[in-house]
T-cell receptor, first 112, second 111 residues
C-alpha cells in the first residue's frame, strides 16, 4: 500500500528562524511530489511540484528537495514569518493513477 | 478568475437527510475531485472525474454520489447523511495529474 509519512507532526519555531520538514514515501512507480500549505480554515495551496528528474525547486522562501532514490523529500523554510504558521502537506502521485497519496501534514507554528 | 468555488461553506444536517455540495471551476480543468479531511488524518479521496461524463470512485466513496455533466461543475451528493460523514469537504481541480487547485471547503456537521 502506498504511504506518505511526514515528520515532525508539529513544530514550533521563532520568527526569523529556518526550519526543515520531512516527507518519506513508498509510492511506486513515482510520478510527482507536491507540497501544499494549508492555513487554518482554508483549502490547501500549492507551493511546489517536482517530477522524477527534478531534485530542487524553490518558491520564494520555500525550497523543496527530492531524492527519488531514497524516496525522501524535504521542505525548507527560510527566515520564517508569522504567516508561515500553517499545516504543510506532502502529496505523492503514482504513475498511471489518478489517486494521489496524502501525508497527514506537519503543523508549523511561528512565534514572534 | 474565481478558481474553484464551493458552496455552501457551512452546513448542519440531521441524520438521514440528503444534500448536495456544489463545486464549480472556471479554469477549463478536465480533472476534478472531492476529498474529505478529518482531524489527524490526511485528505482522503471520495470520487474523481477525468472529464465530462466520466466519474470514478476514490478511497472512501460509500454514502456519496457524483456526476459530471459539464466540465465546470462537479457536485457531491450525500444520499442519507450519517454522523460519520461529519467532516470538512474539499473540491479540487487540475489540468491533468499535475498541480491541484483546491476550493475553500465545506464544513459539514451531521447530528
Amino acid at each position: 500500500k502506498n504511504q506518505v509519512e511526514q515528520s515532525p507532526q508539529s513544530l514550533i519555531i521563532l520568527e526569523g528562524k529556518n526550519c526543515t520538514l520531512q516527507c518519506n514515501y513508498t509510492v511506486s512507480p513515482f510520478s510527482n511530489l507536491r507540497w501544499y500549505k494549508q492555513d487554518t480554515g482554508r483549502g490547501p495551496v500549492s507551493l511546489t511540484i517536482m517530477t522524477f528528474s527534478e531534485n530542487t525547486k524553490s518558491n520564494g522562501r520555500y525550497t523543496a528537495t527530492l531524492d527519488a532514490d531514497t524516496k525522501q523529500s524535504s521542505l525548507h523554510i527560510t527566515a520564517s514569518q508569522l504567516s508561515d504558521s500553517a499545516s504543510y502537506i506532502c502529496v505523492v502521485s503514482e504513475g498511471g493513477s489518478y489517486i494521489p497519496t496524502f501525508g497527514r501534514g506537519t503543523s508549523l507554528i511561528v512565534h514572534p | 478568475n474565481a478558481g474553484v468555488t464551493q458552496t455552501p461553506k457551512f452546513q448542519v444536517l440531521k441524520t438521514g437527510q440528503s444534500m448536495t455540495l456544489q463545486c464549480a471551476q472556471d479554469m477549463n480543468h478536465e480533472y476534478m475531485s472531492w476529498y474529505r479531511q478529518d482531524p489527524g488524518m490526511g485528505l482522503r479521496l471520495i470520487h474523481y472525474s477525468v472529464g465530462a461524463g466520466i466519474t470514478d470512485q476514490g478511497e472512501v466513496p460509500n454514502g456519496y454520489n457524483v456526476s459530471r455533466s459539464t466540465t465546470e461543475d462537479f457536485p457531491l451528493r450525500l444520499l442519507s447523511a450519517a454522523p460519520s460523514q461529519t467532516s470538512v469537504y474539499f473540491c479540487a481541480s487540475s489540468r491533468d495529474r499535475g498541480d491541484y487547485t483546491f476550493g475553500s471547503g465545506t464544513r459539514l456537521t451531521v447530528v
